[in-house]
C-alpha cells in the first residue's frame, strides 16, 4: 500500500490543485455510475411490470450503455484505488462493495444471455425468466451505491499510518 | 456581481410567482380555462425553481451585511426561518403544479386531478401567506422606516405572525438537525446519488431515443417513464435543500455549486420549451424506426449535456469551496 501510495501517479492524484485532478476522476466515476445503474434500472423496472407498452427486445441496446459505464468505473474506480489504497483496502466496506459489484455483474449477465438473447421468447417469457434477476440486479446496485458512499464517511486511514 | 447582489435580484421573483400564479389558477376555475389553468400551473413551477437560488444566495446576502452596526443578527435570524418554512411550502406547490401539468398531459381520472387542484389551491394559498411574510421579515433587515418598534429585537410578534413564527425553524437548529450524526448524512447523499442514477436512466433513454440510438422503441411509452424522473428529482431536490440546510456555508460561497444551479435553470427552460415549442408534437407518436426532427434533437441534446453538467458541477463543489469572495 505504501509503495502505491509514494508512487507519483498517486501523489499527484492525490495532492494536484489541478481541476484534472481526483475531482476529475471522481466525476467519471459518477458519469459510469449514471449510465450503468440508469440504464440497468430502466431494464429492471420494465421487467418488473412498468410501462408494458416499452417493447422489450429493443432494449437490449442498452446493454451497450451498461458496459460502457462498468468500463468508465472500473477505469476510474482503479485511479480512485490508486490515490487512496489505504483509505480502501483497509475498510471492509470496500470489499463489501466489490463483492456486490461481482454478483451485479454477474446477474446483468445472465439477463443479457438467458432473457436478451434468445430472440424467440415471447414477451412474457422474457418477463418469466428476467423477473427475479430484475429484483436481484436493483437490489445489487443500490448496495453498490450505498457501499460506494459509505466509503467517504466509514474509512479508518486515510492515507498509511506508519 | 455578488451574492447579496444576486439575492436582491431574485427574491421577488418567488412572491410575486406564487401570487400570480395562484392569481391564474383562481381565475382559470372561476372561467372555466384549461388554458390559463395550465399557464398558472408553469408559473408555480417556475416561481418553485427560481425560489432555490433566491433562498441559497441569502447566506451571501447575510454574510455580506454581517458586521454592520445598523443590522440585527435577530431580525435576518427570523427572516431565514420564515424563508426555510416558506421554501417547503412553495416547493411542494411547484412538485403539486408539474403533477398537475403531467396529469394534464395522461388525462388521468377526473377525481386524481380535482385532488391535485385541490391541493395545490391549498398549499400555493399557505405558500402565497408565508412568501408575504418572508419579505416583510427580509424587508425589515434594511428598511427600519418600515419597521414597527417592536420589532427592532424581533423577539415580539403581534397576530397572525406570531400563530406563523411558531412554525418557523431556527436555522441554526435546523442545521443541527441535518446533522445529528454522520450516518444520516450518509443516509441523504446515498438517496442523493441513487435518485441521480433514477433520473439520468429515464430521462437519458427517452433523450438517447429522440437522438435515434434504439429506434425500434415507440417514443410515447419512453416519454411515460417521466413520472419516474420527476420523482427522482423530488427526491434530490429535497436532500439538496437538506444539505444545503446543513451546511450553507460550505456551499454558497461555491463557484461549482452556483454553475449547478444555473444548469438547473437552463434544463428547467430546456423542459419549458420543449413542450412549448412544435417540438413534442413532433415526436410525442413517434413510432418505431422514425426519426425525431431537428428541434426535437437539439432539445434532447441539451438536455443530456445539461445533466452531465449538473453530475460534473456537484462532484466539483468541494474543491472549489470558498472560490467565491462575499463582496
Partial sequence: MRTIEESGLSTWLRES????????????????????????????????????????????????????????????????????????????????????????????????????????LSEAAMIGRGRTLATWSLVLWVGVITAGRLLAYTYKYLTFPF | MNLAYLHLVLNHFPIIGTVIGLGLFVVSFVGKNDDLKRASLMVLAAAALLALPTFFSGIGAQRAIRGDPAVSAVLIERHEGAAILALFFMEIAG??????????????????????????????????????????????????????????????????????????????????????????????????????????????????????????????PLHRLTPWAMGAFGINALTGILAFIGMPNYYAFDVAFWLKMLALLLLGLNVAAFYLTDAFRSVEHLGPGEDAPPLAKFFAATSLVLWFAVIALGRYIQPFTDTLSVR
Fill in chain 1, 17 to 120: 490543485e489541478s481541476p484534472f485532478g481526483f475531482y476529475f476522476v471522481l466525476l467519471f466515476h459518477t458519469f459510469g455510475l449514471a449510465l450503468l445503474v440508469g440504464a440497468s434500472a430502466v431494464i429492471d423496472l420494465r421487467l418488473l411490470g412498468i410501462e408494458r407498452e416499452i417493447p422489450l427486445a429493443p432494449l437490449k441496446r442498452l446493454f451497450g450503455i451498461m458496459w460502457s459505464g462498468f468500463a468508465i468505473n472500473a477505469a476510474s474506480g482503479v485511479l480512485l484505488l490508486i490515490a487512496y489504497p489505504t483509505k480502501a483496502l483497509t475498510n471492509p466496506v470496500f470489499y463489501t462493495k466489490m463483492t456486490l459489484i461481482g454478483f451485479a455483474v454477474w446477474v446483468m449477465t445472465n439477463l443479457r444471455s438467458r432473457v436478451f438473447n434468445d430472440s424467440t
Fill in chain 2, 95 to 220: 412538485a403539486l403544479a408539474l403533477v398537475g401539468l403531467w396529469q394534464r398531459h395522461r388525462v388521468s381520472s377526473g377525481k386524481a386531478r380535482s385532488w391535485n387542484s385541490m391541493a395545490i389551491l391549498l398549499f400555493s394559498v399557505v405558500t402565497a401567506g408565508l412568501m408575504a411574510r418572508v419579505g416583510t421579515t427580509g424587508g425589515d433587515i434594511r428598511h427600519p422606516e418600515i419597521r414597527l418598534a417592536q420589532e427592532v429585537t424581533g423577539t415580539r410578534e403581534s397576530g397572525l405572525s406570531a400563530i406563523v413564527h411558531v412554525f418557523e425553524p431556527s436555522p441554526g437548529k435546523f442545521a443541527d438537525l441535518v446533522l445529528i450524526n454522520k450516518w444520516w448524512w450518509a443516509f441523504m447523499m446515498d438517496l442523493h446519488f441513487i435518485g441521480l442514477a433514477l433520473l439520468i436512466g429515464t430521462v437519458g433513454i427517452l433523450n438517447l431515443r429522440m437522438l435515434g440510438f434504439a429506434k425500434q422503441l415507440p417514443v410515447a
